[in-house]
């Protein structure tokens, strides 16, 4: 018989050899993980050339900017990269394998990256790259080099949408429906209605109009001399370029699409909405998209339809026009005015409509709970959304005629618990503000260099209501922890959408001349996302040789400042201590710095 002491010796080398097989093994999947595509911050270079990981070089922003190490350089991304939009990437819905339904548009809407999936560089100009022309030049010509698209000079050629022209590309100002030209159709439009001196704003009543299927946005183009402003809205579809064209042309525009989602705007935003030969299948879905529409229009608001189903006689678009009919009807829309392609609906100014509906009418009325004012990742319904009490009878929602409407307090301050005192001395800090960021401005600053902006956080668009006096536009941005502000800036006559900063914007880079971002880092901060990722965001949507204006804390402005370099935005920058204020924190600093205009061939030669 063995003694069990000596059978315990004679298994430890056995067992010696199990343990080291074993941690060899672990080690080995460690690694394999670790250089894995889907492992935290790590990416397959071979999907994703030059972008590096996105954590490389950075530390997590948790925990307060003075502790954070800096990177030595910020890579730079692939040329083929130069049009990158984050959240509307349909090469990276494919690799993530989304499943999306194409009937339904999703594939056109907002979907993120993953953390380790973003492009955490720097996206290049196109070879070739000019400062874009001045307005109101823009309006009518951009550099071909800027947006070397032409395929759609080619397929809108009988259209005057745009025509190329050497090294430029030109924009006779005609549409799908209004070829010889936007002036002359919006001219027919305010007769249609019946306006005095044949003008559509109508006495400054017609201020907010969303541009569905804009195209290059000619049509908002030409409004602007009317004193409206209008959301052009287009996807990222056939006509991918459509948009970054507007943009380009510095035309109010956004990418975006009548899809599933909820557009980003608060209800009753619009006095007009307007669809020309948009293809959009308004029938679809128990009228969901037309409903969209309903919600986004202010009481007593038009539709404004140009399409083949508004007046062909063929049996398909009769079919259409009086199924559309139909719905309009149920929807208690009336037809306001009818021409030649053209076709007025209103939508009516109470709920007395509503009411006398039979039970069981469809679409219903949507139930109380239901937040019109929600639209930030919430999806359409199918419902009618009534008036309140008091907005009951209120044409335009009781609003001022423009422009005393941009500085008049509106009625829906109190739904955000904001007095009419409180709003007069909003306007008149950020009218000091304004006034104090020009005086710093000005000697870099030429006549008409700046044209697009972005107010990164607009609490209640009193930076954008400073700027009235310049020929600039400015596209309002309210974070989604602040969103019912956004009703706010609509009804002051101003634009603007919800946006979450923990993600990237929908549009093009190169878009901005000037960003302004007050407390936007600490509150992205807090929220718990980076410094970093965001002023990456910021440089992509950023034109070369454009400016940033940064109003936070002290210890996030000289965080920010390590990173002037390396985002190369060191072509000019100041600091100062602005004026305390009513808005003004204790610990307060502003930045302003500019952006250089850099080309990758450039940066190979250093």
């Not at 009490?389 to 618990?417: D, F, N, Q």
């Not at 000091?432 to 990164?456: A, C, F, G, T």
């Not at 700027?467 to 969103?483: G, H």
Request: with cysteine; glycine share 6%.
């Amino acid at each position: 018989m063995k003694h069990p002491r000596s059978e315990r010796v004679r298994a430890t080398p056995k067992l010696f050899t199990y343990v080291l097989v074993g941690f060899i093994a672990l080690l080995g999947l460690t690694c394999l993980y670790y250089g894995s595509s889907f492992a935290p911050g790590s990416r397959k270079s071979d999907e994703f050339d030059g972008s590096n990981s996105a954590r490389d070089g950075f530390v997590s922003n948790r925990d307060g900017a003075s502790l954070l190490e800096v990177p030595k350089s910020i890579p730079i991304c692939d040329s083929k990269h130069s049009d990158l939009i984050p959240c509307l990437d349909r090469d990276l819905h494919h690799q993530l394998k989304l499943r999306l339904n194409l009937t339904l548009m999703e594939h056109y809407e907002h979907h993120c990256p993953p953390p380790e999936r973003r492009f955490n560089c720097l996206v290049p100009p196109p070879v070739g790259y000019k400062i874009p022309l001045k307005w109101p030049v823009s309006r009518d010509e951009v550099w071909k080099a800027n947006i070397p698209h032409t395929h759609l000079a080619q397929e809108k050629s009988d259209q005057n949408w745009m025509v190329v022209n050497g090294d430029k590309i030109n924009f006779p100002g005609g549409g799908t429906h209004f070829h010889y030209g936007a002036d002359k159709y919006i001219v027919s439009l305010a007769q249609m209605l019946k306006f005095p001196g044949d003008k559509l704003n109508n006495g400054g009543s017609i201020r907010n109009v969303l541009d569905v299927g804009c195209g290059v946005a000619s049509f908002g183009a030409y409004l602007l001399s009317h004193d409206i402003i209008a959301m052009s809205l287009a996807p990222n579809d056939v006509h991918q370029n459509q948009i970054q064209f507007a943009l380009e042309r510095g035309i109010p525009s956004t990418l975006g699409v009548l899809g599933t989602k909820r557009l980003p705007y608060p209800s009753r935003s619009f006095e007009l909405a307007h669809c020309s030969r948009c293809r959009i299948d308004w029938l679809q879905r128990d009228g969901i998209l037309l409903l969209e529409l309903d919600r986004l229009l202010r009481p007593g608001g038009y539709f404004v339809y140009s399409s083949p189903e508004a007046y062909a006689h063929d049996p398909e678009n009769r079919k259409i026009g009086n199924a559309m009919h139909d719905l309009f009807r149920r929807m208690c829309w009336r037809v306001v005015a009818k021409r030649d392609q053209s076709v007025i609906w209103g939508k009516p100014i109470s709920n007395s409509c509503y009411l006398k509906r039979g039970p069981g009418v469809q679409p219903p009325l949507c139930p109380s709970g239901d937040d019109p004012d929600a639209t930030w990742n919430v999806s359409m319904k199918a419902c009618i959304t009534p008036y309140s009490v008091r907005m009951h009878k209120e044409r335009w929602s009781g609003l001022v005629p423009w422009p005393r409407r941009l500085t008049a307090p509106p009625p829906r301050l109190e739904e955000i618990g904001v007095t009419p005192e409180q709003f007069r001395e909003d306007t008149e800090t950020w009218r000091h503000r304004v006034m104090e960021y020009w005086k710093l401005l000005k000697p870099m600053v030429q006549k008409n260099s700046i044209r697009n902006v972005m107010d990164m956080s607009s609490n209640l668009g009193g930076f954008a209501a400073a700027l009235n006096d310049k020929d600039v536009w400015v596209m309002n941005v309210i974070p989604v922890q602040s969103s019912p502000r956004m009703k706010i800036i609509y009804d002051r006559g101003l634009i603007g959408a919800t946006h979450d900063w923990c993600e990237a914007f929908d549009t093009y880079p190169r878009t901005f001349d000037l960003i302004h971002a007050w407390n936007t880092f600490t509150e992205t901060q807090a929220r718990g996302c980076s410094i970093e990722d965001l002023l990456i965001e910021v440089d992509r949507i950023l034109r070369p040789e454009g400016f940033v204006i940064i109003r936070d804390t002290s210890e996030n402005i000289s965080y920010i400042k390590k990173y002037l370099t390396l985002l190369k935005w060191d072509k000019w920058m100041t600091e100062t201590t602005p004026k305390g204020d009513s808005l003004s924190t204790r610990d307060e600093r502003v930045l302003i710095a500019r952006k250089k205009l850099w080309s990758v061939a450039a940066i190979s030669e250093l």
